[in-house]
């Protein structure tokens, strides 16, 4: 077991697909911690791997000895929707769980029907008994792919295997929660391209923060500048009321020194922009807003200020409703 730690650190291995993907607990105020240098230009990515490779994590357990190696993941079904911006592919975790006598490589094989395309084909990493190794997998619908479901399969050496279904349908088929914003089409102001900040990610169903630079939350290209706007299109004219925006808010990055701080909502009516809500001096990592029932095919939030030196527009999620 010596070297243990480098070993988990040296050998983690990732193979993407070769037909890779195009791009691919909100509280309040969190507490105060010991200011992180200040991020520049935009706040820096967790990991210096493409957007389409998110980190493999290893987690440590108890091993039974029985010698095997199950594959796991995080859903027992994944929907993709079809039409959305090929930058916010589905997602959904993976992994392997050791129950080894002694420690050694974890491997499995990642298969998906035709045409769906995964980040990855293999997951590989030298594990220690008991321990269990998880990531991210991206599954991209191509267009003009039938609605249906699809195989998604995780085969391993030990000759265990998993299969998740994974639905294809449109947008409009999604069970959306009463979230009219959910996987709709999004456009920003501008976009930061030294990480991974794609507009469409603030629609995708995912609140936390915890994906920064990684493919999950926006973050505008305009250090200082005001205002930016991130603009969803609903789908046709929707009666709404409400509008829920998470800022980002990690301990590490605390929404008070780096999330939104002042805006306003606006909703499309008949073609025009109406403000129907605005905050001013925020500092948690999530803001409801209430206003009088419209009738909308387009919700607007406007950036206008942002806490911190830098004052980028980082969101996290957009939900209407």
């Known amino acids: 077991m010596r070297h243990l730690t480098a070993a ?5 291995t990732l193979v993407t697909a070769a037909a890779a993907l195009t791009a691919p607990a909100l509280a309040g105020t969190a507490a105060l911690t010991p200011a992180p240098s200040s991020p520049s230009p935009a706040l820096p990515s967790p990991a210096s791997e493409p957007p389409s490779s998110a980190s493999v994590k290893v987690r440590p357990g108890t091993s039974k000895g029985t010698g095997a190696l199950t594959p796991i993941a995080g859903a027992d079904r ?6 959305v911006d090929p930058a916010c592919p589905a997602r959904i975790d993976i992994g392997l769980r050791s129950d080894a006598k002694k420690a050694g490589y974890a491997t499995a094989a990642i298969e998906v029907d035709k045409p769906l395309t995964a980040s990855r084909a293999m997951l590989t990493s030298y594990l220690p008994p008991g321990y269990e190794l998880s990531a991210k997998l991206l599954v991209a ?3 003009g792919t039938a609605e249906g479901t699809y195989g998604l399969r995780l085969r391993t050496t030990t000759k265990r295997s998993l299969e998740v279904p994974v639905e294809v349908m449109t947008v409009d088929r999604l069970d959306n929660g009463g979230n009219f914003a959910l996987r709709r089409p999004v456009t920003a102001s501008s976009q930061h391209t030294n990480a991974n900040y794609p507009p469409c990610s603030v629609a995708d169903g995912d609140r936390s923060s915890n994906g920064w630079a990684g493919g999950n939350g926006w973050n505008d290209a305009t250090a200082r500048a005001f205002p930016d706007t991130v603009a969803i299109a609903l789908g046709g004219a929707r009666q709404i009321s409400r ?4 800022t980002l808010d990690t301990e590490r990055y605390p929404a008070y020194r780096y999330g939104v ?6 909703a499309q009516v008949g073609g025009q922009w109406q403000t129907v809500a605005q905050v001013r001096g925020n500092t948690a990592g999530t803001v409801r807003s209430d206003f009088a029932p419209v009738t909308a095919d387009a919700v607007r939030v406007v950036a206008l200020a942002s806490n911190g030196a830098n004052d980028y527009t980082r969101i996290i999620e957009v939900e209407v409703r």
């Open 141 to 143: 619908v191509p267009p």
């Open 243 to 246: 509008v829920d925006l998470y």
């Open 261 to 266: 701080r002042d805006w306003d909502v606006q």
């Open 8 to 12: 988990l650190a040296a050998t983690t």
């Open 78 to 83: 994944l929907v993709a929707p079809l039409g």
